[in-house]
């Protein structure tokens, strides 16, 4: 190495006046390029897959193009694994049940607002179908299960016979509603039945009048009609899992075929044990003489009579059949001669058979993020303090899945609704307040289910007395809005104090009192006066 290594000469550079320069001296190496190659394999995919065919490289296509074009192939799987397998199923369940559970609600301090949202939103649902929970259920089953829904916002004034607090319903669409390919319309601006701006701004949707698939009406079905509408009145609440894709992934795209040859594989099992249950015994029966032998070599069945006859066409017996039927309960069987019983053994899986459905399950639910233990509700040898970190872990992906549900769906249809109540005059904003300072606002989910109750509570009032939260950190990790409980633990103490079950807090100015509880003056005095302590007099 001494050989292959000579110091270069240093480059003569004009020194600037007043800079200190340093003369750098780089040792120069033969045939670098092939020893770096040789000791560094980072990347070098192609010296590793020159042996190995098994290994798939990929087609380097992009995600617009290929999600586009499998979209409806994976859609098509999907709703037939959802509809007809438990297992492909249960991912959806419970999702829907940790991320919507009662319904996400607006953190929004305005009562009057939300007195108005609130019965809006029972009759939110287009076509009579629900209230604002069950649209949020419907559009996050979609959002999952298939990897995208589109949600129509129409403009009505009634709903029923009976006029909308605010004239806005909620339509959620399937995603086959919006077709990806549009033969007849051409153009560089639609992708995946969406017209993009030069900006690369969805500006309108291409939507089918019909379901394609419905085929309660064939004829409307098939004439396969769009109609072009809006972006502004269409919610594209997608799951894009790449940079550029147009069109949503499902989540089960990663587990569908496993999904699917796990199902499978429990079928057959539960076939085999069938068929093995279904035989009580075996009859071993002796062998055939051999004139018995003989005899049965001559036996045809002659189609055209029906019969069995034998090679001189004569009528003979039919052969009897080798089986004897189960014995009822008490009764005792008669077998031919020579022969005997043999009982058969119920088939067994295996103590390999558990484990190996285990970790098929760890498996799916490791491509859906979700616990085996929430996948299949299986929460056996699971100690309180492993439960509690897997329900930690779970609580930070459901967060994730409530703000992006929120940013797409939730926070748009809260801002059309405010607007639109502010245009109906059903509602102003308060004095010294803007419509935009009521946009955007926080949701609230249902939280998690606490394992010890007891032991939450007292570890939330240690976190406080310590000063690492506070009370609001407190009520927001148990999914409500800290001005809300505020406002109703004050209306509970009025109440109490007016109905003469509680006084009032000591520490509460004259008013105070007559502000929230509406006492006059002579009665704050005799309060006051009753609640004085004593002092005693001591010789």
């Known amino acids: ?86 297992l492909a199923a249960r991912p959806g369940d419970v999702t829907a049940t940790m991320v919507i559970g009662k319904g996400m609600a607006p953190a929004c301090q305005d009562e009057k607002l939300m007195r108005l949202y609130n019965r809006w939103a029972k009759r939110c649902g287009a076509e009579g179908l629900g209230d604002m929970r069950f649209v949020q259920e419907l559009a996050w089953r979609e959002y999952f299960n298939v990897g995208e829904c589109f949600v129509y916002m129409r403009r009505r004034r009634q709903s029923g016979g009976q006029d909308l607090p605010v004239g806005l319903q909620l339509q959620v669409m399937p995603t086959e509603m919006v077709p990806t390919e549009l033969p007849f319309l051409t153009g560089d601006n ?24 419905d085929r309660s009406n064939l004829v409307a079905a098939s004439a396969k009609e769009v109609v072009r509408v809006s972006s502004r009145l269409i919610l594209h609440v997608m799951r894009q899992r790449e940079a550029g894709a147009l069109r949503g992934e499902s989540a089960l795209a990663r587990s569908l075929v496993d999904i699917h040859d796990f199902k499978k594989y429990l079928n057959a099992e539960m076939v085999r044990k069938i068929l093995s249950a279904n035989i009580a015994y075996w009859v071993e029966l002796p062998d055939l003489t051999e004139e018995e032998k003989e005899r049965l070599a001559d036996v045809f069945f002659d189609p055209s009579s029906g019969k069995y006859v034998d090679s001189d066409g004569n009528e003979v017996e039919p052969p009897k059949k080798n089986t004897v039927e189960a014995p009822k309960e008490g009764s ?38 979700i616990p085996v233990e929430y996948l299949l509700l299986d929460m056996a040898g699971v100690q309180d303090r492993i439960y509690k970190g897997i329900s930690q872990q779970f609580e930070r992906q459901v967060e994730m899945w409530r703000a992006d549900f929120a940013a797409m769906f939730l926070n748009p249809v809260w801002n059309a609704f405010v607007k639109l109540a502010v245009e109906e005059g059903k509602w102003t904003p308060p004095e010294g307040t803007t419509l935009e300072d009521w946009l955007d606002v926080d949701w609230v989910g249902q939280p998690f289910p606490n394992l010890h109750r007891a032991q939450e509570v007292s570890s939330w009032q240690e976190e406080v007395e310590a000063g690492f939260c506070t009370r609001s950190d407190i009520i927001r990790r148990q999914g409500d809005d800290p001005e809300r409980v505020r406002k109703e633990r004050l209306a509970d103490l009025v109440s109490d104090i007016r109905a003469g079950l509680s006084e009032p807090p000591m520490h509460w100015t004259d008013e105070d009192v007559a502000e929230n509880v509406g006492w006059d003056q002579a009665k704050i005095d005799a309060w006051r006066k009753r609640s004085r302590p004593t002092v005693s007099a001591t010789r």
Do not use: C, W
């Open 1 to 86: 190495m001494k050989e292959a290594i000579s110091e270069a000469a240093p480059t003569e550079t004009k020194r600037a006046p007043g800079v200190r320069q340093n003369v750098s001296y780089i040792p120069a190496v033969h045939n670098a390029a092939d020893l770096v190659r040789e000791a560094r394999m980072d990347y070098s995919f192609g010296e590793i897959l020159r042996d190995r065919n098994d290994i798939p490289t990929g087609s380097g296509e992009a995600i617009v193009s290929a999600l586009t074009r499998a979209h409806p192939q994976i859609t098509r799987m999907v709703r037939y694994a959802t509809r007809m397998n438990g």
């Open 190 to 213: 639609i992708r995946a039945g969406q017209v993009l701006s030069n900006l690369r701004e969805t500006t309108a949707y291409y939507v089918y009048k019909h379901h394609p698939g």
């Open 332 to 369: 005792v069987a008669s077998l031919p001669p020579g022969a005997k019983i043999n009982m058969t053994a119920p088939a067994e899986s295996g103590n390999s058979f558990s484990p190996f459905l285990r970790q098929i399950a760890l498996q799916l639910s490791a491509s859906l993020n």
